[in-house]
């Protein structure tokens, strides 16, 4: 539908609408909006008082504070302004194996979902890729619930290739962004442990609120298929391993990629962060819609 | 170089296979994954480990060698080397015992000597033979000469005497094959001029003078009487006049001593006219000299105490007379319910009117047996008045028999037949034949002595006691039982337990060939019941070492093939062993690898 992914029924864009972004802390906006900023402004929200001066609006003064000190104060209410959001999105080439599992897709649904919350919010929306092949969305923020088409087919003109090293990829594009705010990173995160730590950990240096979302082919998680004597390569890296696989070995797998994964959450977890995992078999809405508070959201 | 079966080379074909097939192994299926990190924690390829296909590596290479060797060992490749293969030929007979002047036994030397000389010879392999109780080879196949020196100290000396013929039949063959280049010959005995080029002969053992007990005979001068009649033939070879004594025992007691004085080179008899009874003699010679083994001999008193007879006839009220005779125990039967087996336990038999189906396994007695029988095959011609016409006077059967007052009546006479001999003959045929087969004493009567026995006619009574101890073995002649000639085992004798103690199973009826040894054999029959027979040299011949008759080797003196004297050398045993080797080695490192960490 208007080039969205097959996930985004009429239904679920209803859902969709009723969430909005939590953040554990405010952060400056860019224009009006619903999330509340540390900047004083025109909510109802009180913030302080403030001594009159002359040009003052009359309607901000407590008269009650007036009458008890015979001195004009001025009530100062906090703004409420939109939240940056970024989403990164890796489309490294390892989110496209095992091409069955359809990673990438559910990737950019996932990504998609988090902008169209952020949009539908009056949120302001940033989407970058990481690696990939083909023309992403600009580093730009976008405003408006109908940018999602544009975002959608932006983001399904992509194709997942090149490496990706978390840490290095985000810091690039961390010196890019002028402003703090939300930040979900779609990944599958398969790639060594200290890299994403380290790319993970930029984000609570500069102050922003992260979700990680993991997401992972059901056949990846099972072995990828692969029996007897097999030559697995790398799809970033291009190293190669021989290995056999039998049913031993293939459980063996299973748990290690479980290990690696708890290793992601429990990072998150100890930093503050939010984390959740996909795995690629399950209905995405189901996922979406029930992991809310994994993923950073709110009804 | 040569292969022994090239054939198999056609197996070379299957190593492009195995290249084919380890190149197939060796691009497993590539699979592009999301991240090897997960996989980083499995173990390598199954083919990486043991047991496994190995990588298309340095293991390949080695399991490629392998299978070549493989190959190779089964064309059985060999080596033409030339070879100097010769055969030893060691006299163990009988003379070999006799002591020399050194004090060692001729055998003893031959062995020295004939180990020494094969030191000095650069044989390949070594046929080793021995001359006792017939030429044979021992070992099996050639020995290389470490195994001939062990064999050749392992050797004993025979009690049994040589075969000339069959020696010189053995050394002719070697001499003159090309299987051998030289040909050892080490004996008492030389080699009569001129000897075949290739045969080294060592003599050993000078001419000696020796005292010797030929034969050692025992017999009943009467049937049923218990006194024994010895007869012992006694030799002087020596240059002098020698007066021999000879002291007989009996189950170990002294019996008799009687002297002789012989002459040089004189062979006398000694006799002993009535020795008492007993199981087991034993004749000894003195002085004693360096060859023992001719001083001593044995005899047994056999069967001939009480016998035991099988009276097969039709009317069995013949044999009513036996029973008069005494220590006979007769037993009758019909013809029709006669087997074989009934001879078992029983010392002769008696056929009357009758004949067996398969030759007795007993000295038996055929009385007027019917014509066509098989086994004998007499051919009889009735005669209604038989007239004696002639009869050999010396001979145990007729011995004491008045014959011109035998009154036979009808009967029937024999013709000639194939190996019995007549012992009384009629007037047209022979009324009385004998001889020996397999072993046993046959006789066969045209006429029947039965009905007169110890009632009239002595003449015929005294030839039917004549008659009943030639097959009991009283006043035999033979001079019993020799060293190295095989015997029939009697019927019922399941063991033979030789002079040494070892007991020997045995078959009835078969030819029981243990025999090198000189002294008691006792048979085991039914009920373990122990009957001695005695084995002595009895070979005065064999005992004679003034005048030992050169040996006559025949041969043909033309030089053996040198092509036929290359010799093959297999292999197949370095090349199974060099694959053993290559397995351990890819084994051992297999396993080390194994051992190593997996890449990270």
Redo the contacts between chains.
């Keep these: 539908m208007f080039g969205l992914p097959d996930e985004f029924t009429p239904s679920f864009l209803a859902r969709l609408e009723e969430l909005r972004i939590k953040t554990r802390r405010q952060y400056p906006g860019m224009g009006k909006g619903a999330h509340l900023s540390p900047k004083r402004g025109s909510s109802l929200e009180f913030s302080d008082y403030r001594h009159y001066s002359v040009g003052d609006d009359f309607r901000y003064i407590d008269w009650g504070m007036y009458a008890r000190t015979d001195k004009l104060y001025i009530k100062l209410f906090k703004e409420e302004e939109d939240l940056l959001t970024y989403v990164f999105l890796d489309a490294s080439a390892?989110?496209?194996?095992?091409a069955a599992d359809k990673?990438f897709e559910k990737a950019i649904a996932t990504a998609l979902a988090f902008a169209y919350v952020a949009l539908a919010s009056g949120d302001r929306v940033m989407i970058r890729v990481l690696a990939g092949e083909g023309q992403g969305p600009p580093p730009s923020f976008v405003v408006g619930r109908h940018r999602i088409v544009d975002l959608a087919q932006r983001l399904t003109g992509l194709k997942p290739a090149g490496q990706t090293d978390l840490a290095t990829a985000l810091a690039h594009d961390l010196i890019g962004l002028r402003r703090a705010g939300k930040v979900f990173i779609v990944s599958?995160f398969?790639?060594?442990p200290n890299s994403i730590m380290r790319g993970l950990g930029l984000f609570t240096v500069a102050t922003m609120d992260v979700t990680a979302v993991q997401v992972l082919?059901t056949r990846?998680m099972s072995g990828?298929g692969?029996s007897?004597?097999?030559?697995?390569?790398?799809?970033?890296?291009g190293?190669?391993?021989?290995?056999?696989?039998a049913a031993q070995?293939r459980e063996?797998?299973h748990n290690?990629?479980i290990r690696?994964s708890r290793e992601v959450r429990s990072f998150c977890l100890k930093r503050g962060m939010h984390y959740a995992l996909y795995t690629t078999g399950d209905s995405f809405d189901e996922f979406f819609l029930k992991a809310v508070t994994d993923l950073g959201l709110a009804r | 170089m040569g292969l022994l079966n090239p054939g198999a080379l056609i197996f070379f074909a299957i190593v492009p296979a195995l290249v084919i097939a380890y190149l197939a192994r060796e691009r497993p299926a590539r699979v592009t994954v999301s991240s090897v990190l997960a996989f980083r924690a499995l173990r390598g390829f199954r083919k990486e480990r043991f047991g496994g296909m190995p990588k298309f590596d340095w293991s390949f290479f080695v399991e490629l060698l392998i299978l070549s060797l493989a190959v190779l060992a089964m064309a059985k490749p060999y080596l033409i080397r030339r070879g100097n293969p010769i055969a030893i030929v060691l006299d163990n007979s009988a003379a070999m015992q006799a002591a020399t002047r050194e004090g060692a036994s001729r055998f003893d030397k031959a062995k020295n000597e004939t180990a020494a000389m094969l030191s000095n010879e650069d044989a390949s392999t070594v046929a080793l033979y021995l001359t006792a109780p017939q030429p044979h080879q021992i070992g099996g196949a050639p020995l290389t000469p470490i195994q001939a020196r062990f064999q050749i100290a392992q050797t004993s000396v025979s009690d049994a005497p040589p075969d000339p013929a069959a020696i010189a039949g053995l050394l002719g063959e070697l001499a003159s094959g090309s299987s051998v280049s030289k040909v050892i010959f080490a004996s008492s005995r030389p080699l009569a001029p001129p000897a075949p080029p290739r045969i080294d002969a060592i003599t050993v053992g000078d001419p000696v003078e020796n005292f010797a007990i030929g034969s050692f005979t025992l017999r009943r001068e009467t049937f049923g009487a218990e006194a024994l009649h010895a007869r012992l033939t006694v030799a002087n070879f020596s240059p002098k006049t020698q007066s021999l004594q000879v002291a007989v025992s009996g189950d170990d007691k002294p019996l008799a001593v009687a002297k002789a004085t012989l002459g040089p080179n004189e062979t006398g008899l000694v006799e002993f006219p009535s020795l008492g009874p007993a199981i087991i003699y034993k004749a000894e010679l003195s002085p004693r000299d360096g060859f023992s083994l001719d001083n001593i001999a044995y005899a047994t008193a056999g069967s001939v105490k009480s016998v035991s007879i099988l009276f097969v006839s039709p009317r069995p009220g013949d044999a009513n007379g036996l029973d008069s005779i005494p220590g006979v125990r007769v037993s009758a039967k019909s013809p029709d319910a006669f087997t074989p087996a009934d001879l078992n336990n029983i010392d002769l038999a008696i056929f009357e009117f009758a004949a067996p189906k398969e030759l007795p396994t007993v000295n038996s007695m055929m009385v007027m047996p019917p014509a066509g029988d098989p086994v004998f095959g007499f051919e009889a011609t009735p005669s209604a008045q038989i007239q004696i016409a002639r009869w050999i006077p010396t001979d145990p059967l007729s011995d004491s028999v008045n014959f011109r007052l035998l009154n036979i009546g009808q009967g029937e006479l024999f013709a000639s037949h194939p190996w019995m001999e007549s012992a009384v003959d009629g007037a047209g045929g022979s009324l009385m034949l004998h001889g020996e087969r397999q072993g046993h004493r046959f006789l066969a009567t045209g006429f029947n002595p039965f009905p007169y026995l110890g009632k009239r006619n002595l003449p015929m009574s005294i030839l039917t006691l004549n008659a009943l101890g030639y097959l009991a073995g009283v006043g035999a002649n033979s001079g019993g039982y020799r060293t190295g000639q095989p015997w029939l085992v009697p019927a019922g004798v399941h063991d033979v337990i030789l002079p040494s103690g070892k007991t020997i199973p045995a078959k009835s009826g078969t030819l029981f060939t243990e025999v090198s040894a000189q002294g008691i054999y006792k048979l085991v029959g039914p009920g373990n019941l122990e009957t001695p027979r005695a084995v002595n040299l009895a070979d005065l011949t064999t005992s004679n070492f003034e005048s030992v008759p050169p040996l006559k080797i025949e041969s043909s003196s033309a030089a053996p093939d040198l092509e036929s004297r290359s010799e093959k050398s297999p292999l197949t045993g370095y090349i199974l062993a060099a694959i053993l080797a290559l397995l351990a080695l890819e084994a051992m490192l297999l396993y080390r690898r194994k051992q190593s960490p997996l890449e990270a």
């Excluded at chain 1, 390892?94 to 095992?98: D, K, N, Q």
């Excluded at chain 1, 007897?228 to 890296?237: F, K, R, S, Y």
């Design positions: 390892s989110m496209g194996f095992p990673k599958d398969l790639m060594m082919g990846e990828q692969l007897g004597d097999v030559e697995v390569v790398d799809a970033e890296t190293e190669s391993l021989r290995v056999s696989i070995e063996q797998y290690t990629l690696l």
